[in-house]
Nanobody
Framework: QVQLAESGGGSVQGGGSLRLSCVAS????????MGWFRQAPGKEREGVAD???????SYANSVKGRFTISQDNAKTTLYLQMNSLKPEDTAMYYC?????????????????????WGQGTQVTVSS
């Protein structure tokens, strides 16, 4: 059974950095599209970034140039490097996996196609 576990969240001042990690158990990412999503209180879940098994990435406009998604060579850990953090980045961050695209991301950052989800890690950015 696929299980995802996020870590690395915390509280940081605006302009600071955090690196989120997502460890997979039960499988490796090869052949999957992996994504990071976030949800702030009272707001809909937002796709932040995704990466396919070939290394192609996509980002939401709101984080482009500040966040970087990556995965380790063994394809068991997904990362999200977040720099120049802003208060509006405050949210619960989730990693997710889409196993049905043959390694490609079928719909970029669309939560409807991601089957597996972690429990989330909280990121709080103060001004």
């Amino acid at each position: 059974q696929v299980q995802l576990a996020e870590s690395g969240g915390g509280s940081v001042q605006g302009g600071g950095s955090l690196r989120l990690s997502c460890v997979a158990s039960g499988y490796i990412f090869s052949g999957y599209c992996m994504g990071w999503f976030r949800q702030a209180p009272g707001k809909e879940r937002e796709g932040v970034a995704d990466i396919d098994s070939f290394g192609s990435t996509s980002y939401a406009n709101s984080v482009k140039g500040r966040f970087t998604i990556s995965q380790d060579n063994a394809k068991t850990t997904l990362y999200l490097q977040m720099n120049s953090l802003k208060p509006e980045d405050t949210a619960m961050y989730y990693c997710a996996a889409d196993p049905r695209g043959g390694g490609h991301c079928r719909l970029h950052r669309d939560s409807r196609v991601f089957d597996y989800w972690g429990q989330g890690t909280q990121v709080t950015v103060s001004s």
